[in-house]
């Protein structure tokens, strides 16, 4: 199994992040809207791609799904118009809420290849309004999703079309996360873990004194998960009654494959090979074989849980 995504071409300067991305994005059916904005029409919706750079620096890549009847009543069309309670930033962990990317660290065909899978998932507004069930959307959107109407004066601007296909599909947090629940217990039962009872999607496995846990962690919007395996020891609720039934990868290792997290497209469960999964995953397990109690675990922990591993300490 080829584990690779598309991991290359790393760039600068924000001259260069839209340079690299423009090629990129045309070929998708994206047309600049404004010299960092691009969109294309993709089944009933407009998707479109939005990059920035903050006052550090940093750059920001960020998908958003849109639909003209999201601007305000009377609202004058312009690049800024296009704001959507779907958006978010490109990360190597999926589509976040507040990624950027450190100059010289923005991998352009990872980027590229995390957009066309997550706008995939978005053809109609039932894609748009599935998605948002449960979660919050301010009032703006809230009235726009529920009574707004298109615009045919702005869906007329969008001369392009997407090139990839656009199936539709998106799913609410809670349905993602019982997906990533079925597929990470089944791939980890044969080496001894069972399903945690946690609002998380984590899988443990007791180790003498320690749990080792493995845990699927979903980006923003269900699209993309990644992997992280970490010790654990229940002595934690004992000292601080807060984190009672949590397993927290406060000691962690995430599945990398070469520098970036392995990520796991959530709609294609059904084309990875567990096994040869299984055994990506079980040398970051092994690595933990020397936290063998809590004392261990104290001593391990950063400057951030010092007060946790004090605790820890006086009763190990």
Not at 49 to 75: F, L, N, Q
Not at 108 to 114: P, Q, R
Not at 242 to 258: A, C, E, N, S, T
Request: proline share 4%.
């Amino acid at each position: 199994m080829d584990w690779s995504f598309c991991y290359s071409d790393h760039v600068e300067t924000i001259k260069e992040v839209i340079m690299s991305l423009s090629l990129s994005l045309k070929r998708l059916g994206f047309a600049p809207l404004s010299r960092s904005v691009f969109w294309c029409r993709a089944g009933r919706l407009i998707h479109a791609v939005v990059i920035s750079r903050d006052r550090h620096g940093d750059t920001a890549v960020s998908p958003v799904v849109w639909h003209s009847s999201m601007m305000g009543d009377g609202e004058m069309f312009r690049p800024s118009s296009i704001q959507s309670p779907v958006s978010g930033n490109v990360s190597p962990f999926g589509v976040d809420s507040s990624w950027t990317w450190k100059a010289g660290d923005l991998d352009a065909a990872l980027v590229v290849s995390i957009l066309k899978l997550f706008f995939s998932r978005f053809a109609t507004m039932e894609d748009v309004n599935r998605c948002l069930d449960g979660a919050f959307v301010t009032p703006f959107f809230q009235a726009r999703l529920a009574h707004g109407t298109a615009r045919p004066d702005v869906d007329a601007l969008v001369s392009s079309s997407a090139t990839y296909a656009t199936v539709g599909g998106a799913v609410d947090r809670g349905c993602a996360l019982a997906t990533g629940k079925m597929f990470l217990t089944e791939m980890m039962s044969p080496l001894g873990f069972s399903l945690a009872k946690s609002e998380e999607v984590v899988v443990v496995r007791k180790n003498a004194e320690m749990y080792d846990c493995v845990r699927l962690t979903l980006d923003q919007f269900g699209t993309f998960a990644t992997i992280t395996c970490f010790p654990w020891t229940t002595k934690v609720w004992n000292v601080d009654k807060r984190w009672k039934g949590i397993y927290y990868p406060m000691l962690r290792q995430d599945v990398f494959v070469g520098d970036r997290p392995f990520l796991i497209n959530l709609s294609r469960l059904t084309e990875i090979d567990v096994a040869e999964l299984r055994l990506l995953i079980e040398p970051y397990l092994a690595d933990f074989a020397s936290v063998s109690d809590a004392r261990a675990f104290a001593e391990r922990l950063g400057s951030q849980w010092s007060t946790l591993a004090s605790s820890l300490l006086r009763i190990a």
